[in-house]
């Protein structure tokens, strides 16, 4: 995975958002998989009967779930719930494929396009979905993923999608679609354009104006989508940045790749937030999903279904969307949101019309050809 440069202080790099560590695709994780091999006999997890541990031990992103409602759920089921965090899905993945069954977590939170390979190597054990009934409230669009199309091992946590965001006193004109973001950065935004720090990302822009599937493997699609990378990008890239808020209220951009919540956390900070739009691109991007799931020989079995239960369930919906800035998947939220009159809830919910339109990440072996084409770009910027 690539390095991750901050531009905000060292002290700050913390309140990043989760996303913000998301720099490409399982290397290390599908190396640790390899290494604990199909077959691997992994541990069982103790039976489930209804009768709550006194235990949870849940191992997450950093800072992404209310303390508020881990903290009712302790008071409410007389369970001591431990939290330890990771920083990318693939120091998840060598945890849990490493210890093979013994590393004493519960509750984990993969991203969706890294389960099939942790499916593939028995990392995840299977939902009682019977201790899970608020599952009846989930949105049927964050159900069912290509990754899990039972649902039979996880659950929507958070999902959000990629686009931009631009400053509308730099630039005059309307922006829709990708295409309209390339030529911008050759144009006005030279030189104060930032992309993801996020080889996937960077090459879906190229693809997607192309109107190649942004999970290609064909080698000649991603060849000519670098040549777009490298040739009409690059040049005019200032920075590779992981989190657009640090960007914006920097100053020194008008034009960033960003996902929807980080530039909604970025309105929410700069002093001119009038200035700023964000656009959910034409002809499509990415939606992402993280899930949550039961590690395979989780000690607390019953206390981990009553967790997730408690965390999808409509009355911690709110407060988890606003300490997180990500919708959950739970049916009516947009109605609940604007209810509790939250901020920037059209970067929150995009339509139906733009859901219908995203394609989600996909791990492949082509993902070593979007590391390579991000590396290339970066030193064509001189970034």
């Known amino acids: 995975m690539a390095d991750v440069h901050f531009l905000a202080p060292r002290a700050k790099a913390k309140q990043l958002s989760r996303r913000a560590v998301l720099a490409g695709f399982g290397v290390v994780g599908l190396g640790a998989l390899s290494a604990c091999g199909k077959t691997t006999k992994m541990a069982a997890s103790p039976p489930v009967d209804g009768e709550l541990e006194s235990k949870l031990n849940l191992y ?65 054990q299977k939902l009682d979905m019977s201790l899970i009934p608020n599952f009846s409230n989930m949105d049927p669009n964050f159900t069912g ?89 690059a040049p005019n890239v200032k920075a590779y940045i992981s989190n657009a808020a640090t960007g914006m209220i920097q100053g020194s951009f008008t034009l960033l790749q960003s996902f929807n919540g980080d530039a909604r956390q970025g309105l929410a900070e700069v002093s001119n937030p009038e200035d700023w739009k964000f656009v959910f691109p034409t002809p499509t991007a990415n939606l992402w999903m993280d899930n949550w799931a039961i590690a395979t020989g989780a000690p607390h079995p019953d206390s981990a279904h009553a967790f997730i239960n408690q965390m999808i369930s409509p009355e911690t919906a709110v407060a988890q969307l606003d300490y997180i800035g990500y919708p959950i998947g739970t049916k009516g939220l947009a109605e609940q949101a604007k209810e509790a009159d939250l901020g920037e809830q059209e970067l929150i919910f995009p339509s139906q019309e733009v859901l219908d339109r995203l394609e989600p990440s996909i791990q492949t072996p082509a993902d070593q050809i979007r590391t390579a084409i991000l590396a290339d770009a970066q030193a064509r910027s001189g970034a």
Not at 187 to 202: C, I, K, M, Q
């Open 60 to 124: 997450s992103w950093g800072d992404y779930d209310n303390p508020e409602l881990i903290d009712a759920f302790k008071k409410k089921f007389d369970v001591l719930v431990q939290v330890d965090s990771y920083g990318s899905n693939e120091e998840l993945v060598a945890k849990l494929s490493t210890t093979r069954g013994t590393s004493g977590y519960d509750v984990v939170v993969p991203t969706g396009s890294n389960i099939p390979q942790m499916l593939n190597h028995n990392l995840l």
């Open 145 to 233: 993923q290509y990754f899990d199309p039972k649902n039979e091992y996880t659950i929507c946590k958070a999902w959000g999608t990629t686009g931009y965001v631009y400053d509308t006193t730099a630039i005059k004109r309307d922006l829709t679609s990708w295409q309209d973001f390339i030529d911008t950065a050759n144009n006005e935004a030279s030189g104060t354009t930032a992309l993801l720090e996020d080889p996937w990302e960077v090459t879906a822009i190229a693809l997607a104006t192309l109107g190649y599937s942004l999970n290609t493997e064909d080698k000649g699609q991603l060849d000519e989508a670098r040549a777009v990378v490298i040739d009409k990008m």
